[in-house]
């Protein structure tokens, strides 16, 4: 039943989506298929460089994120909270802390996510943000500055599909409006 409303809820929030990311003005031309710039799908591969983690920025997370979070850090729920959740001023949401010039506190040695099989749905879903997908030169250019797992021009990378991309993507912004449920 959780997959259910979950699901529900992404098709509430998919045509809102699809318009942001293609050339068609209306949901019902967007869901029927609409073309987009990754059609063909994009080629991408985690590398775990750590670029993504360690620019400035937050990563929400919610109550279910947390929780496995915590479990990933062997860490009661509370004592997590305390050393590593904090709530953004602006939009008073919960964000992993931090750490300034080093970027995220889940990670160890500069690089390396100590709670990669874990990680939150923004994490998960990078870089198949909608602010990204909108156009082919702001994906490059995440691409030049934060991301080696996106290579265009490379072989052989898995290309990830239309539908995974736009899944990844729906998942993404859904989740960034607050919603409470994961990727899984």
């Known amino acids: ?98 750490i300034d010039g080093k970027g995220c506190s889940m990670l160890e040695g500069g690089r390396s996510c100590t709670v990669y099989e874990a990680r939150p749905t923004q994490c998960r879903t990078y870089p198949f943000w909608p602010q990204l997908l909108r156009n082919r030169s702001s994906f490059e250019f995440e691409a030049e500055k934060n991301c080696e797992g996106i290579r265009p021009d490379s072989d052989p990378v898995p290309v990830t599909s239309r539908e995974l991309v736009t899944l990844n993507a729906t998942v993404q912004a859904v989740h960034q409006n607050g919603e409470q449920f994961t990727y899984d």
């Open 1 to 98: 039943t959780m997959q259910l409303r979950w699901v529900s809820r992404l098709l509430v929030h998919a045509p809102k989506f699809s318009r942001s990311c293609s050339s068609q003005s209306t949901s019902d031309s967007a869901v029927k298929g609409a073309k987009v710039w990754w059609e063909k799908g994009i080629k991408f591969s985690c590398t775990q460089c750590g670029k993504c983690c360690t620019k400035t920025g937050v990563v929400y997370v919610n109550d279910m994120e947390i929780i496995d979070l915590a479990n990933a850090k062997s860490m009661q729920e509370s004592d997590f909270r305390d050393k590593f959740v904090v709530t953004e001023p602006y939009e008073n949401r919960l964000t992993l802390l931090q």
